[in-house]
């Protein structure tokens, strides 16, 4: 059984039935029925006016409201760890024709107000000097862990303050959702955050992401800059198909769930072999000579996260997804708890 | 009946199934077991060694291809109405981070080899002026037109002797192979093309299209401007899955045979309102007064072409995909018979 | 005597004098005292408060003009044989990270208001184009001829009305004033110029220009951008100084004069040898056979400015310089004369 | 008296006299016989054969060179409190189109072998990290402190194992070779340095720095990009003439070993309050309540260095200049011997 990322399970069924059910003509582009249908769907999630602009994968989300949030010349606060700095190659460089990530440190890949305006006190306010624009914050984050709604309001309010435009990447947001029960309002616009990239693929979808502006002037431009990228699929409808789909009963909630409930039992088992404390769908274990193998052997694949991230270190990274949920796992927590 | 574009039609249903086929767990992004076949696919319809990389648009394909030959000062020839100048909001620009297109004139949107060396000639060599790093062409054009091998070659032989990089637009390549019967070999790198956009998605695919590199030192770069674009998708053998079922028993070349077929009937059906010669799956008429009207009143849906192309001018254009062969088209062009 | 072009001319004495008289230490980059006084002395000249900045070359004034008033993925309306099309190898591209020229035909490289209503018409308004932002036109123009308060007044209506910023390439424009007697004001923010290169290297200056922002508020992203691109020198006196002088008493007036008399005596003694009227200093003529030689063979040096701009096409160039007043030019007037 | 920077003082008089001496017409931009004699006059300073590109400012040069070192998608090692990170405002992202400065830290600025590697080790080889293609140090450093022959080849031989450009940021160049004796050629190209940005205009110069290419492949891409970035000044005579003066006679170390000397007896003075080494011509003091006070009431002015660079730390800041000898900073040595 694989944990190495919920980046590769299957599509869940009935995402898989909303794009067979696409399969019609329709206008191109994004002039679909689905397409025009997201702003309301999305809108109805987050209990405001949205845009929701669907793109194939997480790094253009995440790029496309950092270019919205990030002039050419100026920096991007984030997380030392951050998929957008260790994970997307440069892509928010790419995207935004050069801004500077400026990096902070912060337990489990989380992004504290003072680590903010620690860096912001470090600028000097002239031109030799990149200026910070905006903040991106990841969660759940990079290690699994969730901001609560007065914690996002709290970097919020910095933002506001410093003039910051504030982008979440929510790879993994609906695990944060469902982990926290906080509202997708309250984690979001109304602690100040501008764009969120809202997850799917590593949650049950095909390749549909959805970028979500709370600002909604910023969307006129990033229209444009999707066309541009190149991401702007031909017949958006399949990719609009599966978003509706996962809104669609909430099944990007009961999605994550399982998910969350995997990598709770599996955390359960692992007792203090824990790196972090578990609480969304990431499961980060210290393992003695030999039990990795062990492990394996049994048929479990997993990361040596030193590895693959030899700048975070650690060790061994489960990852569940959808179709992971606590009985699903219960062979991997067996097998971790008779070590 | 819609005649918009080839761009709307349904995903074939080879292609479906081989989606749902491929709706399993394998490594992500382009590691699992669809994509690694896609060299050895693509390397036996080209009758040499490839390398072929999957992207959901052609817009992304024709980008990263001519990043990969023109470095940002310089520039690439083109026909003015390529779709790379008129219709991807400017992403050659984009990936080439500023590159300029040299627009050239030509029947058809067809370039010929002296509007290539006129160009080169009326460019000083020296700082002060962008020098040419490249030739694109599309084939078939942007009106339907085929280019020969001898065609290919002529202009190949150009961009060899005066050290340009050769990419070919082949969103309906399908389309101008099954009509001329020349080899995918004769139309490519035996004329000199260094890299194509293998076009997918206008032929029954749902978001796929190869960019094939037949110059395979492009390929390593490439890998990484992919990624860096947010272009790689997590997914991939869903998308891999759609370019081998294209190529399985030769799937792209009979669905455009097919939809080569509906436009044949169609320009039968039309004698002297044509406008330029089919001889792939776009017809382009001169209808008189009224007369756009009278095909709509009767559930034909097509583009005036003035009003969507207006540097192009010309009048109607119909567009036939793989599911609208003769047969299927033949209400149509009994209506224009009958007008 | 060369007649080449007015870059290559020695500096003005009263310039070069400006300059030594900088040479004593200051505040770095422009912190100096000559460079806190630009803005004030630039106001005077426009009758209306502007931020004026200082850059060593007409490129980076125009490329910086136009990074503050097009955004990376629209694009800017020029003439097709103006400079920053044909001459400055693509440095727009570079500093707006791949906006597009929009080419503009139009008699002596001047832009009328219907070529650039035409250019609006052809495109749609859809994010498959590239839309417009901006216009850019040289005055003098790249062929000596020169707008009329109530040209630029004109083609400030249409950015107006059709949202363009306006950009002026005032490479010539103390040579446009001199010509036509207009005011500055006239001539720039009265007819809704945002920004003028404000040209003195061609008139009498070292490498001193000046980049004159009418809309201010464009001025604080401006800086960021001069200081990235590696020109905010850090002896920014010696720069200002140039600049003050070429203010002081006019002097970029009077030297403008003089080269505008040197190029009318040449007209004059052409006669219908002259390609176009002669407004300023620059003079093109058609020379029949050996006509160029027999100049040369008595010491005047020019451009045979076919081979120069083979896309212009014309014959013979000569441009007069600050120092080749009526008296100076008189011997090359003689010998066209006597052609 | 000033001590802020060496980027402040005045022009030499030698340099001076040359710029007047130039004040002729020539050819215009890099086509004079000054800019023409630049390759052969630091040929001969670097013992082989070198390409010498004028340009305004040192960023200009650093950038220029990493430009050609690193393609868009890779990444510069350099150090933390390199000149190109902080005070640059991303204009190695400008031209390099969105490449990373990938941090390291190190002594008084310096970067080991060890922080290479150390950096190089942390990044997994695939495409969702930036991978790194060159290295970029300063010497002397950013702190003052200067490299061997010794460290620059064990730097050099790192960058040559692992495929990387080596470039060197010699802003303070002069004063490193004044300091240590070395050859010009140990310091650079037999160490395995690409590219030097040869510092002038913090030692004498008025706007003139020269692009040295050891690899001189490198020159001609570089050329264009020097004009798309609006570098080619037009009467570059009056900029190469000012490198010509300071070669002449070996201007350039004289000047150095002249300022090296005044922040020498400057470092005599202040026994144990100085924070680095002193080799070159900067000083790092640390002062108690009230000292900077009293240094400044009797007329000496200095960066509090904690205010200037925030993310450094440390405290007070005196640079020397070509014209602040031992003689004529006594006055200063004098009164931090008396604090």
Not at 305 to 331: C, H, I, K, L, Y
Request: proline share 4%; hydrophobic share 45%.
């Amino acid at each position: 059984m694989q944990f190495f990322s919920d980046n590769a399970a299957p599509v869940h069924p009935q995402v898989m039935q909303a794009i067979i059910d696409a399969d019609q003509i329709d206008a191109p582009y994004d002039g679909d029925a689905w397409s025009q249908k997201l702003d309301a769907a999305f809108s109805q999630v987050f209990e405001t006016e949205v845009t929701a602009i669907w793109v194939a994968t997480g790094t253009a989300a995440n790029s496309l409201a950092l270019a919205a949030l990030c002039p050419p010349h100026k920096g991007i606060i984030c997380h030392r760890l951050a998929h957008i700095e260790q994970d997307e190659c440069g892509a928010p460089g790419f995207y935004t024709h050069g801004a500077k990530l400026m990096l902070v440190d912060g337990e489990g890949a989380k992004v504290a107000p003072d680590a903010v305006t620690n860096t912001l006190a470090a600028i000097r306010d002239d031109v030799h000097q990149v200026q910070a624009a905006a903040l991106s914050v990841t969660n759940a984050s990079e290690y699994g862990l969730t901001y609560s709604p007065e914690e996002m309001a709290a970097l919020g309010a910095v933002c506001k303050e410093r003039g910051l435009g504030f982008h979440l990447d929510g790879a993994r947001f609906a695990n944060a959702v469902a982990s926290t029960g906080a509202s997708p309002a309250d984690l979001t616009w109304r602690a100040g955050v501008d764009a969120l990239s809202f997850g799917c693929v590593k949650n049950g979808a095909m390749n549909a992401e959805a970028l979500i502006l709370f600002d909604r002037d910023l969307a006129k431009d990033t229209r444009y800059r999707l066309k541009r990228a190149g991401h702007l699929m031909s017949k958006g409808r399949y990719v609009a198909a599966q978003l509706l789909a996962m809104l669609e009963g909430d099944l990007w909630l009961s999605n994550a769930r399982a998910a969350n409930a995997g990598a709770t039992l599996i955390a359960e088992a692992a007792g203090d072999r824990l790196l972090y404390p578990v609480q969304t769908n990431e499961v980060f274990l210290k393992l003695g000579p030999g039990e990795a193998d062990a492990l394996r052997a049994k048929g479990f694949d997993f990361y040596d996260w030193g590895v693959v991230m030899p700048e975070a270190g650690g060790e061994a990274r489960f990852v569940t997804s959808w179709n992971q949920d606590a009985e699903a796992v219960r062979p991997l927590a067996d097998a971790i708890a008779a070590l």
